[in-house]
């Protein structure tokens, strides 16, 4: 196989990352954008010792999977990995990758309890951070083209609400009537570097917060006219970030309309949002997401449960009810902050909030004598640290439930904990970000 070569394959599986998969004597040939069922002739790209990269020259005879994909960026921008193929061969793909993941990685044969929809597969974001560049003169905004961060303009995109668009057209209106400089990467010059917008899925409430190199009174105007226009905006803020960074967010927050936070309701849970604050960016999936997680509880009203990575508590605090005591941890000191408001807000009594790093907060727990009935884990995407696991193994929950957004880190640490005294009882995926290649994962395991 050469580099430039043209052969005739068809495709016969997906990668986790989106990528048909055909076989070329003996080798692995992985062309983006294809669909299990394709024959196409493909470009060699990149030859490797095992395996090659090839680009789709022509469609021979389409996958029965494949759709007509509705986005001009699609292909361009760094978002959606399934335009081409309809949801029903998305959501297989997806189910697929998660119990691969837990026999490949974690040799565990787990039952598995189907993947989770909430069947809306457009529109569902509630949150947006785009990156604002110039291009031939003129402000735009979009998304980083895969493995860049050259900006990929898109007026529309078909995961966030419409209004959305309307505003960002606004602010870059705005942007150009005045002459205001959009930051340039290279040179460490500019103003505006991204517009960050946030939307409550059940309040509508939204934020925006412009996330600008240094404090200004520049988008004092701009605040005025986009809460004129659009009635739901609550609040307009100025992030400042200084640092030549890949880092969206700084510090220091200026809100210069409204009070620099939103709010909205997440499982009969009243939460309040500032620009930092984490939050699942597809509400409706999340609802899912923790209720399955509470099924996996099994909680009956007696139990501590231990909430690790707890973010703004919404996990924990969606299950206080039914619990004698909640326990949640965070390393992010505004998210504990967040947390704790919101138990106060909705009248939780029986829940303490730590700021700590997970695996020293839970190690810390293990030695004042805390025993938690349930621990429930909701790592970021590189999974849990072996000091967390170490620490959770050591309280002897009767139960874990670990929620994560990485299936081959959960398999990897669930690996662990099945080598620790926990047998992985059951397996749910739930689709919290249609279109890409990403799904969430849930599991259950019982001591044993």
């Known amino acids: ?77 760094g978002g959606c990995s399934f335009r081409h193929i309809s949801y029903a061969a998305e959501l297989k793909a997806k189910a697929d990758f998660v119990k691969s993941a837990f026999l490949r990685i974690g040799g565990l044969d787990v039952p598995f309890d189907g993947i989770l929809s909430t069947e809306e597969f457009s529109r569902y974001r509630n949150k947006a951070q785009l990156p604002v560049a110039e291009i031939d003169g003129a402000p735009v905004c979009g998304y980083f083209s895969p493995r860049s961060h050259r900006v990929i303009p898109c007026g529309d995109c078909l995961l966030s609400p419409e209004i959305f668009s309307k505003i960002c057209a606004e602010i870059l209106k705005y942007q150009r009537d005045i002459g205001l400089s959009c930051y340039d990467e290279a040179s460490g010059k500019g103003l505006l570097r991204h517009i960050y917008l946030r939307r409550g899925h059940k309040s509508g409430e939204i934020m925006v917060c412009l996330v600008v190199t240094k404090p200004t009174r520049a988008y004092d105007g701009l605040a005025k006219i986009l809460a004129e ?70 909680l009956s009203g007696s139990e501590t449960l231990l909430d690790l990575y707890c973010g703004a508590g919404t996990v924990g605090l969606s299950m206080a009810k039914g619990l004698k005591k909640l326990i949640g941890v965070e390393i992010v000191p505004e998210a504990v902050k967040n947390a704790r408001a919101n138990a106060e807000r909705n009248g939780v009594k029986n829940a303490e909030f730590i700021a700590s790093d997970a695996g020293k907060a839970a190690s810390e727990l293990a030695e004042r004598g805390e025993r938690p009935d349930v621990v429930t884990v909701d790592p970021p995407r590189k999974g849990c640290d072996r000091a967390t696991l170490d620490a959770v193994i050591k309280m002897s929950p009767r139960r874990v439930v670990m929620i994560s957004c990485d299936p081959a880190t959960a398999a990897r640490d669930s690996k662990y904990l099945a080598e620790h005294g926990y047998a992985a009882a059951r397996l749910c995926a739930v689709d919290m970000f249609p279109r890409t290649n990403h799904v969430e994962t849930v599991v259950k395991f019982s001591k044993l």
């Open 1 to 77: 196989m050469k580099k430039n070569e043209v052969l005739r394959l068809e495709i016969t599986g997906l990668t986790n990352e989106g990528a048909g998969v055909a076989r070329h004597e003996g080798m692995a040939v992985f062309v983006p954008f294809s669909a299990v069922g394709d024959v196409l002739d493909c470009r060699v790209l990149k030859v490797r010792s095992s395996f090659s990269y090839a680009k789709i020259e022509r469609l021979i005879t389409p996958s029965p999977d494949r759709v007509e994909n509705d986005c001009p960026a699609y292909t361009k921008c």
């Open 229 to 298: 226009k659009f009635s739901a905006i609550k609040t307009v803020v100025l992030n400042v970030n200084p640092e030549r960074t890949n880092v969206i967010l700084g510090e220091r927050v200026l809100p210069i309309y409204g009070g620099g936070k939103i709010n909205d309701e997440i499982c009969g849970v009243a939460v309040e949002l500032s620009p930092d604050s984490f939050y699942q960016v597809n509400t409706a999936a999340a609802e899912l997401v923790y209720k399955k997680a509470s099924e996996y509880a099994e």
